[in-house]
């Protein structure tokens, strides 16, 4: 991404939900309030602007099908599933205790921003660089005004670590059961890295075990792995390179290894029977996967 624009992928992820979200078949998976909050932050910014016109031309949702064949198949409902699975298990966890919730690489997502009026009691962190953080704070908090437990924090992990800047930051308490959300980005990580932020999430903690809701991809041979064949060379055009890959049946285990237990997980074959059932839809991405965790007790 350009140092002083938001990032892309947050404008395409955004953009794929409203779409996915405007289609007969599947409207009624992305709640009218999303397709609100999504469509003011496209409109603050000139990008936005560009792409709501797009998903207003004919011609491009035509060829939203024939692109997602060649990267993605049935990406843009992917991103209406896997915003599903992530607000269930986050309301699910805000019911168990969690009275903390920080989304680290928050993009344009506006779940926090959603559920902070709801839940008074819990208190909410957004992450990510600062330009994107920017772009949604101008749309949305700004104009919904101070609130004590909704906050901002801008961090360039190219010059930054989570440890730094989220442990003395004012808005977090350590001490607060809390639930972590990293959609779509351990895949970037590398191992060393991934392995690195989930030690740092159990450093800063002070209270109870923190959980972690998360998405990974799958190997690109395993059988579910249904990716375009044009997706490898876009992603390198990109700067994009998927580093981590595991598969849903090997990440329990890799997760034990450091510390953490897996709660749920859901595949395509979750997403269809939970989300799906009974609902008209094309082809699903089969590539990537949710995982629900907890850091298990010391001893």
Request: net charge negative.
């Amino acid at each position: 991404m350009k140092e002083n624009e938001a990032s892309a992928t947050a404008y395409a992820v955004l953009q794929g939900l409203i779409h996915a979200g405007r289609q007969p078949g599947t409207m009624g998976l992305v709640a009218p309030e999303v397709l609100e909050a999504g469509e003011a932050i496209l409109s603050s910014t000139a990008e936005g602007r560009k792409r709501l016109a797009q998903l207003d031309s004919g011609l491009f949702r035509a060829l939203v099908p024939v692109v997602e064949f060649l990267l993605i198949p049935g990406l843009t409902l992917h991103y209406a599933l896997r915003k599903r699975f992530i607000e269930d298990a986050t309301l699910l966890a805000i019911e168990d205790g969690v009275t903390q919730v920080i989304n680290l690489g928050a993009g344009f997502d506006t779940l926090a921003w959603r559920l902070h009026g709801r839940h008074p009691g819990v208190n909410f962190i957004e992450i990510d660089h600062p330009a994107t953080s920017d772009a949604k704070a101008e749309a949305l908090l700004k104009k919904a005004g101070a609130a004590d437990n909704l906050h901002q924090l801008a961090v360039d992990f190219t010059e930054q670590t989570l440890e730094d800047r989220l442990g003395p930051f004012p808005g977090f308490q350590a001490d607060r059961p809390t639930l972590y959300i990293c959609e779509g980005v351990l895949p970037y990580l590398t191992v060393p890295q991934v392995t690195e932020l989930l030690r740092t999430l159990t450093v800063l903690a002070k209270g109870k075990p923190p959980r972690l809701v998360c998405t990974c991809v799958e190997p690109m041979d395993a059988p579910e792995n249904n990716t375009g064949p044009l997706l490898g060379l876009y992603l390198k055009l990109k700067g994009e390179d998927i580093h981590w890959r595991i598969a849903h049946g090997a990440v329990a285990g890799f997760l034990r290894e450091r510390g953490y237990s897996v709660e749920d997980l859901a595949t395509v074959v979750d997403f269809r029977t939970r989300y799906l059932s009974g609902r008209p839809h094309g082809t699903l991405h089969g590539g990537e996967y949710g995982v629900v965790a907890r850091v298990l007790p010391e001893g």
